[in-house]
Every structure is written in structure tokens, then in C-alpha cells.
């Protein structure tokens, strides 16, 4: 196990709701980066929280945020679902940024939209 | 943008045989990882490579980075069915802001057969 945690595990929406899903980093982590996976794909980058600010985000709408507490937990929030958000949400956290710094995953959170 | 292709698709190998998997991209990679992950849940850490020509090896896996940068190959020997997953390759990608995240391609799915 990496120590980074996620939460809830699955969660079921329908389109036009809004979602919450949470990271909790690794112990001594102050980098947190969100990944969002389709069926048959791999993990594709949303956006990257450094010191509880956004440090770049990925080809995804604003209608997906997020935020990094004090103690580098991460929440992201996706307003307005849409049937193709259904996906595997993925949170990784790393020592620092910087792409020397291994990014260790979470077991990430199943969204359904219907 | 870069993206990775990864060869083959999938891969039924009997156990006890040898296998290699591989990554291209399409512009010079600053640093490749592989990840494997169980259907459905998080990535675990394989191996990063950032020299040209550099290879590092793990159990009975080893990860190879070519000189131009622009391929890795994975192979393992004397596959178990603790190999069976999908082996995913990740590049890191510079973003404004400093933001390193990572850049997947989608992944080989590797069967052992008994």
C-alpha cells in the first residue's frame, strides 16, 4: 500500500449533479495531482496541487476544481456531470514537484453518471 | 502535445516464459514510468527512467530507456501469475505554473497463463 488514501470508493450521480470525491496524501507529501481514467484508457492529468494551490491543470473544463487543505489533503469537485465523467478517479501525491519525485496513487474512486 | 503508444495491446503468455513490452513517444521523454495496476484500481510504482541508455532492473522485471529517449521496453522473465495486469507507461509533461503531472499511455494487459 502506498499511504495515500480515497474516498468513497464508488459513488453513483445522475448527469447535472455535482460530486466531491477526497485524497488523503502521504505522510511528509505536500504535492497531490488528480487523474481521471475511462474504461480502456489510461490515466489522464487534471490538475496538480502544490501548497494548497493550484500548479497547473490538464485539457479539463473549469467545471472541475479542486482544493488542497493545510495538511495536503486534496478534495475535487465536478459540477454539472455529464455522462462521459463516468470514469476512475485517480489521486496521486508526491514528496515535492518536480518529475524526480515518484508519484505514488491512491486505489482510486469509481464515478458512475447516469 | 506527446503521447505514448504502447505495444502490444494485450498479452497472453504462458508462465514461466519470457515477455517485453514496449513504449514510444512521440517526443523526447524527460522521465518514464511504468506502473502496473489491477483492474480497476490504483497504479503501483514500477520503475523511472531519466538517462538515455539507463536501465534498471527489480525482481524479475527490467526497464530499459533507449539513448534518443524516445522508447522504453519492460520485460520480464519467467513470468508468475503475480505479473498478470496492465502495465501502463507515464512521461512527465511541463506545465505552466511549474506543474509536472503525468502523461499515460493505454496501457498493455498481460494475461499468465497457467
Known amino acids: 500500500e502506498t499511504g495515500v488514501t480515497q474516498s468513497p470508493t464508488h459513488l453513483i450521480k445522475t448527469r447535472g449533479q455535482q460530486v466531491t470525491l477526497r485524497c488523503s496524501s502521504q505522510?511528509?507529501?505536500?504535492?497531490v495531482s488528480w487523474y481521471q481514467q475511462a474504461l480502456g484508457q489510461g490515466p489522464q492529468f487534471i490538475f496538480q496541487?502544490?501548497?494548497?494551490?493550484?500548479?497547473g491543470r490538464g485539457n479539463f473544463p473549469p467545471r472541475f476544481s479542486g482544493l488542497q487543505f493545510p495538511n495536503y489533503s486534496s478534495e475535487l469537485n465536478v459540477n454539472a456531470l455529464e455522462l462521459d465523467d463516468s470514469a476512475l478517479y485517480l489521486c496521486?501525491?508526491?514528496?515535492?514537484?518536480?518529475?524526480?519525485?515518484?508519484?505514488?496513487f491512491g486505489p482510486g474512486t469509481r464515478l458512475t453518471v447516469l | 502535445s506527446q503521447e505514448l503508444e504502447q505495444s502490444p495491446q494485450s498479452l497472453i503468455v504462458q508462465e514461466g516464459k519470457n515477455l517485453t513490452i514496449n513504449c514510444t513517444s512521440s517526443?523526447?521523454?524527460?522521465?518514464l514510468y511504468w506502473y502496473k495496476q489491477k483492474y480497476g484500481e490504483g497504479l503501483i510504482f514500477l520503475m523511472m527512467?531519466?538517462?538515455?541508455?539507463e536501465e534498471k532492473s527489480h525482481e524479475k522485471i527490467t526497464a530499459k530507456l533507449d539513448e534518443k529517449k524516445q522508447q522504453s521496453s519492460l520485460h520480464i522473465t519467467a513470468s508468475q501469475p503475480s505479473h498478470a495486469g496492465i502495465y501502463l507507461c507515464?512521461?512527465?509533461?511541463?506545465?505552466?505554473?511549474?506543474?509536472?503531472?503525468?502523461?499515460f499511455g493505454k496501457g498493455t494487459h498481460l494475461i499468465i497463463q497457467p
Open positions: 505522510s511528509g507529501h505536500n504535492t
Open positions: 527512467l531519466q538517462k538515455g541508455g
Open positions: 496521486a501525491s508526491s514528496r515535492d514537484r518536480g518529475s524526480y519525485n515518484e508519484q505514488f
Open positions: 517526443k523526447t521523454l524527460y522521465g
Open positions: 496541487y502544490y501548497r494548497e494551490e493550484e500548479n
Open positions: 507515464g512521461a512527465a509533461i511541463f506545465l505552466e505554473g511549474g506543474a509536472d503531472g503525468l502523461t
